[in-house]
């Protein structure tokens, strides 16, 4: 189903199980399982088949009672034009919303709000959700717009609450908002949520 090698991690506190798939990853708490798939596009007719494929099959998972996790331009695939596993909602550039506070999509430590808590978390041109849809919203950008959420059996998240030390590296000016793990937490609280929907 998937290309590359698989590992396999656990979080025994949080009562998870973590397997990686190449560019996706599937969480398995001994009962339900969630599919995440949070990496972009690569260029390539054979690349752009294999993404294809996975909105297929994601679809499918989806309808027969999985979950998925999109992180950034994971989120973005959730979208009713890629793999439509969200219901009433468009998945947008946060970038081009009228009150977003930034409209230059590179990298920054984004200020949101998290259950009521202020973060700066990892942004690269992450998304917003827009429309109709009913969901519940989890953490949300400096104007109000919604950063994370979950939609019934999905979760979507705009920024990287998984970003690790060396995202921050690779910016000077983003080596002072590494957030020493602690965003991990909440994105392992957040999959614990997701897993109990």
């Known amino acids: 189903m998937f290309d590359g090698h698989r590992t396999r ?12 798939y190449g560019h996706s990853r599937r969480w398995d ?10 990496r972009g596009l690569a260029q390539g007719a054979r690349r752009q088949s ?3 494929n996975l909105g297929c099959i994601v679809h499918v998972w989806v309808e027969g009672g999985g979950r998925y996790l999109g992180i950034c331009m994971g989120a973005y695939w959730a979208d009713r034009d890629y793999f439509g596993v969200v219901d009433d909602l468009n998945v947008v550039q946060y970038i081009k919303q009228p009150t977003a506070e930034t409209r230059r999509p590179h990298a920054k ?23 109709n849809g009913k969901y519940e919203t989890i953490a949300t950008y400096p104007n109000g717009d919604p950063m ?13 609450p998984e970003s690790g ?17 602690s ?8 999959v614990g949520d997701l897993m109990n929907k």
């Open 148 to 160: 994370a959420i979950i939609q019934d059996r999905i979760g979507l998240i705009g920024c990287h």
């Open 9 to 20: 991690f656990d979080v025994p506190r949080r009562g998870l199980s973590f397997e990686r």
């Open 165 to 181: 030390k060396f995202w921050y590296d690779s910016y000077s000016w983003m080596k002072k908002h590494w957030h020493g793990k």
């Open 29 to 38: 708490n001994g009962a339900k399982d969630t599919l995440v798939e949070y």
């Open 109 to 131: 430590a984004m200020p949101i709000e998290w259950k009521g808590e202020q973060h700066k978390m990892f942004f690269y041109d992450g998304c917003t959700f827009v429309g």
């Open 183 to 190: 965003q991990h937490e909440l994105l392992l609280d957040y």
């Open 50 to 52: 294999s993404y294809n």
